[in-house]
């Protein structure tokens, strides 16, 4: 009996089953997928840097609220189980802000921290080595501690450390309940948070900086305060004692010295009395000098104190002035080394008033015919003016010329108040800077200094 063949479907009948994945369709939805995927992240990401940021703008004082704010973020978007932060001070580690850490972690924590930094727990690796550091495997990793590992339940972790100018100042770790590698979107993510620990760092830093600026500048301000209304005070008393000496005094002088004119017409011709008159006569005016040379001392201090500085070329000055004593004083000659210009913040009055009373001096003790020479340079941040003659020696302490009515020339009679170097010392003090005078090195003259402080 002949065996009946299957009838076969002819070919052309057949339709293949196709596959969804392999279709065109398919690839750009999974596509779109990822992209749309990547791009939350990425939003995620950028959202919790700007928070962050936020956060250090609102806490310019405060790093805590920082760092609990990056140990929060940086557990949420890396989808860890917990997140320690910690400070590094060059010596101890010590923890500064966690997230999720289980009651007997954290009583972990405090009996550890603060703590020298070592490769048994990652954040001491990762200052020891200043380098990021991930353990996939806490069990498998010979120099972690296995008890430390279980008792925060923690098999895997990463640290990124904190760095300031290449130096480990802190670190951000994370870690997870099961073993498991990890992303460099999460390494970068982690030193991203890292470099807003140190701008929140560096902000505070800086804060606290401009904080105490601002209170030396308040305690500043005080003192010049109390300083101004002092030197008030003081001008008002000296400005008083100099009226009070010359109206108050001079009435019972001109008496004084009126009487004695009586006595001696009455004596005219008693030549006994003449001797004392003339002693009583001398005597009233040496009061009368006396008390003079004290109103122009307070007559100077007033003066000197009142001066408002500005800038000045203090070279055009001097050249001006040296030129003046070249037409005033024929018999002595006057050589200026001078700079082209030279500026300071004085008073031109004051400056004026210090250079000529030097001027005078040192032409006036020069010998006939010789030169004074007076030299100007800068060094130092300073202006020194330099004055010095051709004639006799300071006899004494130099230094004891700048006090009130000294002079070699001045006495009780004298017309010379012995207030012109005095002048010349307060005129340098009251500007910042000093006055000098001594006998030249080679015992040819005597030279006097005038430093000023030059203005930037």
Known sequence: MEKRRKKRTPAVARRPRRSRSRGPASKQ?????????????ALARQTATSDILHVISGSPDDLQPVFSSIARTAMQLCNGSLSVVT????????????????????????????????????????????????????????????????RLNMRSAIAVPILRDRQPIGTIAVGWFAPRAYTS???????????QAVIAIESVRLFDEIKEKNRELARDREAL???HQADRRHLEWLQR?????????????????????????????????????????????????LVERVSRATDVETFVRQGAPQRLDVANLLGDMVEGCRRTYSGIGFD??????????????????????????????????STVSVHLNETGGQAVIRVANQGPLIDGEPEALFEPFASTRSGPASEHQGL??????LVAEHHGGRATIANLADKSGVEAQIILPLQP
């Open 241 to 289: 004692l100099a009226g009070f000496l010359r109206h108050e005094v001079r009435q019972p002088i001109a008496q004084i010295t009126s009487s004695i004119e009586l006595i001696q017409l009455a004596s005219y011709e008693d030549d006994r009395l003449k001797p004392y008159i003339s002693s009583a006569t001398k005597a009233a005016q040496d009061v009368w000098n």
């Open 225 to 227: 305060s109390r300083q």
């Open 420 to 425: 012109g170097l005095y002048l010349v010392r």
């Open 336 to 369: 200026f080394d001078r700079f082209d210009a030279c500026h300071v913040n004085a008073d031109p009055m004051l400056i004026t008033e210090a250079l000529g009373n030097l001027l005078v001096n040192a032409a006036s003790f020069a010998h006939e015919e």
């Open 87 to 150: 400070r590094y001070d060059g010596e101890f580690l010590d923890v500064v802000a966690h997230a999720h850490v289980a009651p007997e972690g954290l009583g972990l924590l405090r009996s550890l921290f603060p703590m020298r930094p070592t490769a048994g727990t990652i954040n001491g690796r990762a200052i020891v080595e200043a380098a990021v550091v991930d353990i996939e495997d806490t069990h498998q990793d010979p120099e972690y501690p296995r008890p430390f590992a279980e």
């Open 185 to 195: 979107k999460e390494i970068a993510l982690l030193q991203t948070f890292a470099d």
């Open 29 to 41: 939805k999974k596509t779109i997928a990822r992209v749309a995927r990547e791009l939350d992240e």
